[in-house]
């Protein structure tokens, strides 16, 4: 199995996830407010599914992506969310139906893609890889948003090791997106996965470092969790600072989550 095939394979299984919990759901449920300001049930569901949908124009119709970002450029930040609030406004056999089509269409549109090019996007370019490693990541926090409303146990799986190597691949961004410069020397991240398997990113003598539960290191950097809430920890004034900003996702700085 390539690894594109393991991510989407992971993407589905979590994406069905989300499924079989909102596809019962009445009107009340889909208008049920999430911890995201201003976000229902339907906008999280919509924003994942035009997300999706953006992310198959990439890799198969550049002049349909072109258009879709001059019309971003009238609003770069506020472009995405308005889309997903568009969307929500949907019927939730509408919305349903969309999202199937999406999650169908996504794996296709990746595994078809030209081996060795990279896809436009908002941000870098990405290869079909590190777009199902996005889509992982954004399907999994944004399902975890839908959970917490509707009092719905989240299942804690290795899978989430993808939101941990995003996470710490984009410890630089997270640094810029703040205006900051980013630390010259590398951390050491070790996390434990929930099957008590050890994670571990960069080498072993580093004078700074990040540990302890990698599902608390995945809620941070997807700005699910406050600093505080975490049983993270760090040595060193860099990597503290880098708890106190990470952010995994593509944009500006987020607000984050307050302390509970």
Same mark, same amino acid.
């Given at each position: 199995?390539?690894?594109?095939?393991?991510?989407?394979?992971?993407?589905?299984?979590?994406?069905?996830?989300?499924?079989?919990?909102?596809?019962?759901?009445?009107?009340?449920?889909?208008?049920?407010?999430?911890?995201?300001?201003?976000?229902?049930?339907?906008?999280?569901?919509?924003?994942?599914?035009?997300?999706?949908?953006?992310?198959?124009?990439?890799?198969?119709?550049?002049?349909?992506?072109?258009?879709?970002?001059?019309?971003?450029?009238?609003?770069?930040?506020?472009?995405?969310?308005?889309?997903?609030?568009?969307?929500?406004?949907?019927?939730?056999?509408?919305?349903?139906?969309?999202?199937?089509?999406?999650?169908?269409?996504?794996?296709?549109?990746?595994?078809?893609?030209?081996?060795?090019?990279?896809?436009?996007?908002?941000?870098?370019?990405?290869?079909?890889?590190?777009?199902?490693?996005?889509?992982?990541?954004?399907?999994?926090?944004?399902?975890?948003?839908?959970?917490?409303?509707?009092?719905?146990?989240?299942?804690?799986?290795?899978?989430?090791?993808?939101?941990?190597?995003? #996470?710490?691949?984009?410890?630089?961004?997270?640094?810029?997106?703040? #205006?900051?410069?980013?630390?010259?020397?590398?951390?050491?991240?070790?996390?434990?996965?929930?099957?008590?398997?050890?994670?571990?990113?960069?080498?072993?003598?580093?004078?700074?470092?990040?540990?302890?539960?990698?599902?608390?290191?995945?809620?941070?950097?997807?700005?699910?969790?406050?600093?505080?809430?975490?049983?993270?920890?760090?040595?060193?004034?860099?990597?503290?600072?880098?708890?106190?900003?990470?952010?995994?996702?593509?944009?500006?700085?987020?607000?984050?989550?307050?302390?509970?």
């Amino acid at each position: 199995m390539t690894l594109l095939d393991e991510l989407l394979d992971d993407l589905e299984a979590e994406s069905d996830r989300l499924w079989n919990v909102v596809v019962g759901l009445d009107d009340d449920g889909w208008d049920t407010p999430t911890p995201a300001t201003g976000w229902s049930v339907a906008t999280q569901v919509a924003h994942l599914l035009w997300t999706d949908e953006v992310a198959v124009i990439a890799a198969t119709d550049q002049d349909a992506w072109d258009a879709l970002v001059l019309r971003a450029l009238e609003d770069p930040t506020g472009f995405v969310d308005q889309q997903a609030h568009e969307v929500a406004r949907l019927r939730p056999e509408a919305l349903l139906g969309r999202w199937g089509a999406a999650r169908e269409a996504l794996p296709r549109a990746l595994r078809e893609f030209p081996v060795g090019q990279k896809m436009p996007w908002f941000g870098p370019p990405m290869s079909p890889a590190s777009m199902a490693t996005a889509r992982f990541m954004e399907t999994w926090a944004h399902a975890l948003d839908v959970y917490d409303a509707l009092e719905v146990v989240p299942e804690l799986t290795d899978r989430i090791r993808h939101v941990t190597h995003l #996470g710490v691949r984009t410890r630089d961004f997270a640094f810029s997106v703040h #205006g900051l410069e980013a630390p010259a020397e590398e951390f050491r991240v070790e996390l434990t996965a929930p099957s008590g398997e050890l994670w571990a990113w960069g080498p072993e003598d580093a004078a700074q470092s990040v540990r302890g539960p990698a599902y608390d290191f995945c809620l941070l950097v997807t700005q699910r969790v406050h600093r505080d809430d975490t049983d993270l920890v760090a040595v060193g004034a860099d990597a503290e600072q880098w708890l106190a900003i990470a952010q995994a996702f593509a944009g500006p700085a987020g607000d984050g989550r307050q302390r509970r």
